[in-house]
């Protein structure tokens, strides 16, 4: 019955999309990884007063 | 209307475009990231905000019609090319993010120590805390002591102080690179960013279904 669990859980694990992608290292794009290609990512910074 | 509140409406418009509006408090701010504003900066006087964009390849401060100079500056970030790409993953190591950076020079120059290349991991929460709704949390830095030359990849780790009193379901981190056109003076420029996402492979997410 274990085995026969393990076996499910890895083939769920290889047909998984998400297997590979959460190993790869995340390239340029938005918080939730929409953009993939080389563009530019645009950083504004502010620096403000708090109060 | 008060600059924090239009740079927030800012996010909301630029929303899916890879733009990332960030925020530090200007007395207590925290990595290699301000120094930019002065670098680039030539005026004698200024008063908050202080914004950069792209590491100072543009600036601005104090009162300025908001919504047209700041999407005017990023708009005009956006059609540039970047000059360098990343890939990065990061683990958190207890209260600290560790992150391991892949940075190849796509420029004609080479980076090193002579223009002030640095390598910045910028870690940013979902929070209203200042003005805005995103706040630095940490922004270590390393510079680039071993040249670079255009087209050579290089990896570095970069590793935060400890992170208290965060919600980590709320942060986000991002890596880039930037240096100095100029050499020892001038603005910096930035040549990439990206976000980093989590090393944690899929099999250790799924390791506690194993074991029950």
């Known amino acids: 019955m274990r085995r026969l669990a393990l076996t499910l859980i890895l083939i769920f694990l290889l047909l998984s999309p998400g297997y590979p992608a959460a190993a790869q290292p995340e390239r340029s794009g938005s918080p939730e990884g929409a953009a993939a290609t080389q563009e530019r990512l645009v950083l504004f910074e502010s620096f403000m007063t708090f109060g | 209307m008060v600059p924090g509140r239009v740079i927030d409406e800012l996010a909301q418009e630029y929303a899916g475009r890879p733009v990332v509006f960030i925020e530090q408090n200007a007395w207590a701010p925290v990595g290699e990231r301000i120094s930019r504003f002065w670098a680039a900066h030539t005026d004698d006087n200024s008063s908050t905000p202080l914004v950069i964009v792209d590491s100072g390849h543009q600036c601005t401060n104090g009162a300025v019609d908001y919504h047209a100079v700041y999407s005017g500056m990023v708009d005009q970030e956006l059609a540039r090319p970047p000059?360098?790409?990343?890939?990065?993953?990061?683990?958190?190591?207890?209260?600290?993010?560790?992150?391991?950076?892949e940075l190849k020079n796509l420029s004609s120059r080479?980076?090193?120590?002579?223009?002030?290349?640095?390598?910045?991991?910028?870690v940013y929460e979902d929070k209203h805390v200042g003005q805005t709704g995103r706040i630095v949390r940490a922004a270590p830095w390393a510079e680039i002591t071993t040249e670079l030359v255009p087209s050579a990849t290089m990896t570095l780790t970069l590793e935060t102080p400890e992170l208290s009193g965060v919600d980590w379901s709320k942060l986000h981190v991002i890596a880039l690179a930037d240096y100095r056109p100029g050499g020892e003076s001038g603005p910096y420029d930035m040549l990439q960013a990206a976000?980093?996402?989590s090393a944690?492979?899929?099999t250790q997410l799924y390791l506690p279904l194993v074991q029950r």
């Open chain 2, 200 to 202: 944690v492979p899929a």
């Open chain 2, 110 to 122: 080479t980076l090193s120590i002579e223009n002030e290349a640095t390598a910045h991991l910028i």
């Open chain 2, 83 to 101: 000059e360098a790409e990343i890939a990065a993953s990061y683990t958190r190591v207890g209260n600290r993010i560790r992150a391991d950076i």
């Open chain 2, 195 to 197: 976000f980093v996402g």
